[in-house]
């Protein structure tokens, strides 16, 4: 057989059954966790304080002090009883250390014709560069530096901004407790895991005790730019008895789904706005149609009467997202904390490897898209770093009880890297099999063409015209208003550009295989948004 009787006769159909068979799933479970979310979010919540467990909200900050206030203030006016949660934050030395070798930078910075914003990334919070850049250029070139550092030296820590937060009486339904980390290394995991090994000394002062309430307590991680449904930590709850119920055990993750809805900014202007808007249709798509759909899955495979070959094929590896991710305090302890470089997919991939129970909540959390094409392509190549190894958190649990056979967790393996693999190659190689199409034959033309169409055009559709309704659906803080929706024209282009965007998702990731090849160090900085 020669190459091209390979291509065009095998590689060709398979390559192209599989786009339009991803495109079918995808359309389904973008609707039917879409429905789950908008049925449950007209529930109504109520827990029994005898029976509701401890849920302490923790949100490890790092340069956010402009989202800060608005962030702790709506995470301690949720709806849960008193005694029963509170909310953490966690600030860290490394931004201090981070200020002073910046503030050293500032000559440099204000001997050059022209600052733009994205050079003072790191610096100054990214809500505020435009601002600063805009004052640095309109001083005197001798004054520049003046400029600069004021603006720097006046601008809080993250730190200081939490503590002046929580210097006075608590305002809102929760406790509010500030833990500072020493500069320690790691990322975000770190000071999660600062956090989970002092909760005694945290909590003891609201009537927290190890040995009575740990086996009852979750730790619920956000990022720092989330804004809560008031009734999440009562859907936390309900997702916990309601698994007690169905099981007899506790489930060892709660996933509540991000929906990438709050725009605090806009989306630049032009080719980059456009394709940075198209990433935001894709993350919404991935939270409904690959991440919630997965939990979904998981959770009925495990409650399900099928053959053990049968779940085996199916059962899939659960993503787990650390903005609105509740971990039992007993599971994380026995994973060894909050793994690096990327805490939740790290548990999420832990978890799914030991057989646990999963269990998703039916009440959604607001966070932001990406509006900076560096820091989209620096979340990618950290997604990717993180899941293209799942052997190694197979080794790091191997020590521990599993419910999976071997041969489970090797089919879960297997699955990871063809996930991996499809993400660095798939795009290329369904493109070279549609522009192949033509010479297949005509079924495969009309194949490849339905293919296209299924999975970027019209599930594009879809969810700009689902994200008013998902947005209506939550119960936010008080004068969160919904993002303004897409002109037509915007919306069209937006469309029409779709295919294109599993593109935009290899450049991060490639980038980063390519800087190794070379032989430049890889540093992952914060994913700024």
Known sequence: MNARTL?????????????????????????????????????????????????????????????????VTAFTRLDYPRDRAAVVVITTEREETARRQARTRLPE?????????????????????????????????????????????????????????????????LPVLHLHQPHLGGRKAGQLNYAADRLGQLLGPLGWREAEHAQDTFLVVYDADALPDTRTLHAFAEAHRRHQDRTGTIPALIQQQRLPLLARRPFPTGTVGLLLAGEWIYQLRRSLGIELARLRLHRWLAGSRLPEAARMALRPMVYAVGCGMAVHLPAIRALGGFPEPMEDLGTGHRLSLLGAPFEPSRVAVLDEPYTEPSGLMNLHALAFAASARPDHHAQAVAHLPTGLSRTAQAALLAREWADQAAWLMGAPLVAAAALSAWWAGPLWTAVAVAGIILHGPVPTARLLALAPTLHQALTPPAGLTPPPPPSPARSAALITASPLQPFVRLAGPWLMILRRITGHHTTFGKTER
Do not use: C, K
């Not at 398979?14 to 979010?41: D, K």
């Not at 435009?130 to 600069?148: G, S, T, Y």
């Open 109 to 173: 910075l204000a001997a050059r014709n022209l600052l733009t914003p994205g050079e003072l990334r790191g610096l100054f919070p990214a809500g505020r560069t435009h601002a600063v850049a805009a004052e640095a250029n309109a001083a005197r070139p001798a004054d520049r530096l003046a400029v600069l550092t004021r603006l720097f030296d006046a601008e809080p820590s993250t730190a200081q901004v939490i503590t002046t937060l929580t210097a006075g009486p608590p305002a809102g339904r």
């Open 7 to 71: 291509w065009f006769e095998i590689a060709v159909p398979a390559l192209l059954t599989a786009l339009l068979a991803r495109a079918l799933w995808a359309a389904a479970a973008i609707e039917t966790s879409a429905q789950w979310l908008r049925t449950g979010s007209r529930r109504t919540f109520a827990t029994d304080r005898t029976q509701a467990p401890w849920l302490v909200v923790l949100l490890p900050m790092l340069r956010e002090q402009s989202v800060a206030p608005a962030t």
